[in-house]
């Protein structure tokens, strides 16, 4: 009770409650302009976070390490990147002025908003759909983890031939969404309308999911993937002989790990898969990014060094990290016997086409598998939008969330791969 009457006092004393979406352009440095967002909360025992959302850098969001109200004064620190942010409010309530601080100290206005700028998304399907859409839930991989999801199915009778979209890395929703970007969805909605099932779901703990995702490793998300693969084979409407997983990122790991123990999959679809140990992604990728972010091969190398090194240690604390890290996807690769599609950005930067596309070529093969397709898709980065340099950063500012060439690609093979079972 008194930590909630100091924090009404400290709302008062700005003559508006601090809670709320805020957000300023910080110029200047090798980022050039940035827009950020700080959102201050307030949970329901009166306790103050934050977050942070940094606009043009894919609306990558980072939560606050603490929130301090100080009479008019805002301190907001962000210890994951060393950096923290104190500023003055005016007497509205609508304005923070203050600084920017990471390594030197920025000005930064801070303007009260209902909500961040949305960049336009032209390819997001809007209902309403041409086809039936459920929303189910089922059983995941272990006995706390119910996964909730949708599927989609052309209408009428019949039993479909079906996908299950499997996620990347992070906590993701169904939709896999990022930056404003439902990549998923698209997915679904063409794969849909192509004729085919199609299952997607909230990761473990997760949205509308049950369960704990962090802590959580590949291997439990691959038995999350393989109860959706068991729920689909429980429906009437679909054909248990034609189900396919088609992971993107992790996801793209994580369907060979699947298939590796069902010899009853179809096929598999690997999005931007990766084909050598998370070390090798790492240590090619944060120096790859850091380029294309605008920094000098010496800064880049630096900083690559310094997050790396940040990560080394923590490989005995975040038991995600230390499995990816360590795991050598062709493993799993070697096992798989059903048809593979394997296709990766020319511009990916995240998971580099030319090293892991051969890798999982070379394994795929080195099994006995013959029904290989694998392609490196030029222009297209790791989202498989149509990219410049490839960069992260590109993500939020391109419109387009998938390639209609990638649609496309994934939808032929799914049809004639299918049509074969």
């Known amino acids: 009770m008194r930590l909630l009457c100091m924090l009404g006092l400290a709302a008062l004393a700005w003559g508006q409650s601090p809670v709320g979406l805020f957000m300023g352009e910080i110029s200047g440095g090798m980022v050039g302009k940035l827009r950020l967002g700080i959102e201050v909360k307030q949970g329901a025992d009166g306790r103050l976070s934050g977050e942070m959302t940094s606009i043009d850098q894919a609306y990558a969001k980072l939560p606050a390490s603490s929130v301090v109200i100080e009479g008019k004064t805002l301190k907001v620190a962000f210890g994951m990147i060393n950096a923290s942010y104190?500023?003055?409010?005016?007497?509205?309530?609508?304005?923070?002025?203050?600084?920017?601080?990471?390594?030197?100290?920025?000005?930064?206005?801070?303007?009260?908003?209902?909500?961040?700028?949305?960049?336009?998304?032209?390819?997001?399907p809007k209902p309403p759909f041409d086809y039936v859409s459920e929303d189910v839930s089922f059983a995941g991989g272990a006995p706390d983890v119910v996964l909730a999801g949708t599927v989609t199915r052309p209408k009428g009778a019949g039993k479909f031939a079906a996908v299950v979209l499997v996620t990347g890395s992070g906590p993701q929703d169904r939709n896999e969404e990022l930056a404003y970007h439902k990549p998923f969805l698209l997915w679904a909605d063409t794969l849909t309308k192509a004729g085919f099932a199609v299952l997607r779901y909230d990761d473990r703990g997760t949205a509308k999911s049950t369960g704990k995702f962090k802590g959580s490793t590949?291997?439990?998300?691959?038995?999350?993937?393989?109860?959706?693969v068991a729920y689909l084979r429980t429906r009437k409407d679909v054909d248990a002989a034609k189900i396919v997983a088609m992971g993107h990122s992790e996801g793209g790991m994580i369907a060979p790990m699947v298939a590796a123990e069902d010899a009853k999959l179809?096929?598999?679809?690997?999005?931007?898969?990766?084909?050598?140990?998370?070390?090798?992604?790492?240590?090619?990728?944060?120096?790859?990014?850091?380029?294309?972010?605008?920094?000098?091969?010496?800064?880049?190398?630096?900083?690559?060094?310094?997050?790396l090194e940040k990560m080394e240690a923590n490989l005995k604390?975040?038991?995600?990290?230390?499995?990816?890290?360590?795991?050598?996807?062709?493993?799993?690769?070697k096992k798989v016997k059903c048809p593979v599609l394997a296709l990766n950005g020319a511009l990916d930067m995240q998971v580099m086409a030319q090293e892991n596309l051969l890798a999982i070529e070379t394994a795929l093969k080195a099994?006995?598998?013959?029904?290989?397709?694998?392609?490196?898709?030029?222009?297209?980065?790791?989202?498989?939008?149509t990219a410049t340099t490839g960069g992260g950063q590109e993500y939020g500012k391109i419109e387009e969330t998938v390639a209609p060439i990638a649609l496309e690609e994934v939808t032929q093979w799914l049809k004639r791969t299918l049509a074969t079972k």
Not at 277 to 302: D, F, K, S, V
Not at 320 to 329: K, V
């Open 218 to 228: 590949s291997v439990d998300f691959a038995k999350d993937a393989a109860g959706a």
């Open 367 to 385: 099994g006995g598998n013959k029904n290989v397709t694998v392609r490196a898709m030029p222009k297209l980065n790791h989202l498989f939008q």
């Open 86 to 124: 104190e500023g003055t409010m005016s007497e509205d309530g609508n304005t923070v002025t203050g600084k920017w601080n990471q390594g030197a100290a920025i000005d930064l206005v801070m303007k009260r908003v209902t909500e961040y700028p949305r960049p336009a998304r032209p390819q997001e």
């Open 317 to 333: 604390i975040d038991p995600w990290l230390q499995y990816f890290w360590s795991y050598d996807p062709t493993t799993a690769l």
């Open 266 to 307: 179809a096929g598999i679809v690997l999005l931007a898969g990766p084909g050598v140990t998370g070390e090798q992604i790492l240590r090619r990728q944060i120096p790859a990014q850091n380029r294309a972010a605008g920094m000098n091969e010496e800064m880049a190398e630096a900083n690559a060094k310094m997050n």
